[in-house]
């Protein structure tokens, strides 16, 4: 659905507007609701986008495993291209 490049912003995280009720700061995804990025690395087998956000991601707290910093695998339901 999204190419390389393509300017998205995050609309939900896994599915939900909300996160848990008992979701640890570090996994606080829903934290970035709202934040743009661009998409990195086309869809992976698990059906996810690499997104790298234009915000820092370690900023917000949030744990970040990638190789890419600022970079998380968002699914692409998730997510709405903008221009």
Known sequence: MFTLNT??????FN??????????RG??????????GHIAEAK???????????????EKELHCHNPVPNSLYILESDLKAVS
Not at 27 to 36: A, K
Request: net charge negative.
């Open 15 to 24: 599915g939900t507007a909300a996160s848990p009720k008992e979701c640890p």
């Open 44 to 58: 992976n087998q698990n059906g996810r986008v690499l997104v790298l956000f234009d915000e820092s991601v370690s």
């Open 27 to 36: 996994e606080n995804y829903w934290l970035l609701i709202g934040s743009t």
């Open 7 to 12: 300017k998205v912003i995050l609309a939900t």
